[in-house]
T-cell receptor, first 117, second 115 residues
């Protein structure tokens, strides 16, 4: 099975531009998470979805950030307008609930490295 | 207070030696789960091992084992017979509660295996 697929892997943009990061979760997974990783703040949960519905977006830094999950196989994280402090690696992860083995293990994509100049 | 504490920012270990990476946690929930992830220099996050709070035996996965000491609230990762490919960042994480899917992450430990 394919893992979580993220695109682009690398993005360099200028301050003020719109950035869209994409994620395809593992088929059959019903949870999707967006994380941001920086040296200063470590891994931060931005938002997560269950069955395409946003459950908790309290980690979204501000209104410039938005996330959508129009269907079970696709999600986007959008930053508009982008700022240099948004530079980070953005991870998408997916998970499922198996009643027989409910570990809640997250399966991560390879990340999208964003640089805002 | 930190929910997950990894006190070792970095470690150097000789190849083939065993390694213990420390993790302590803080929760008032009776049901929780503890995870270890590996992040090599390529950047991806790789799940290693899981321990549930009700599991009576320490979890093991190949060369990885989790030394779970509930009373001390510690969940140390033990890597036996370390290999050069074990060089990476290692993160401890905790999930609180039965249906909570959010993970609380530690700051990580950078492990370098010396040949």
């Amino acid at each position: 099975d394919a893992g979580v697929i993220q695109s682009p892997r690398h993005e360099v943009t200028e301050m003020g531009q719109e950035v869209t990061l994409r994620c395809k979760p593992i088929s059959g997974h019903d949870y999707l998470f967006w994380y941001r990783q920086t040296m200063m703040r470590g891994l931060e949960l931005l938002i997560y979805f269950n069955n395409n519905v946003p459950i908790d977006d309290s980690g979204m830094p501000e209104d410039r950030f938005s996330a959508k999950m129009p269907n079970a196989s696709f999600s986007t994280l959008k930053i508009q307008p982008s700022e240099p402090r948004d530079s980070a690696v953005y991870f998408c992860a997916s998970s499922y609930r198996d009643r027989g083995r409910d570990t809640g293990e997250l399966f991560f994509g390879e990340g999208s490295r964003l640089t805002v100049l | 207070a930190q929910k997950i504490t990894q006190t070792q920012p970095g470690m150097f270990v000789q190849e083939k030696e065993a390694v213990t990476l420390d993790c302590t946690y803080d929760t008032s929930d009776q049901s929780y789960g503890l995870f270890w992830y590996k992040q090599p220099s390529s950047g991806e996050m790789i799940f290693l091992i899981y321990q549930g709070s009700y599991d009576e035996q320490n979890a093991t996965e190949g060369r990885y084992s989790l030394n779970f000491q509930k009373a001390r609230k510690s969940a140390n990762l033990v890597i036996s017979a370390s290999q050069l490919g074990d060089s990476a960042m290692y993160f401890c994480a905790m999930r609180e509660g039965e249906s909570n899917y959010q993970l609380i992450w530690g700051a990580g430990t950078k492990l370098i295996i010396k040949p």
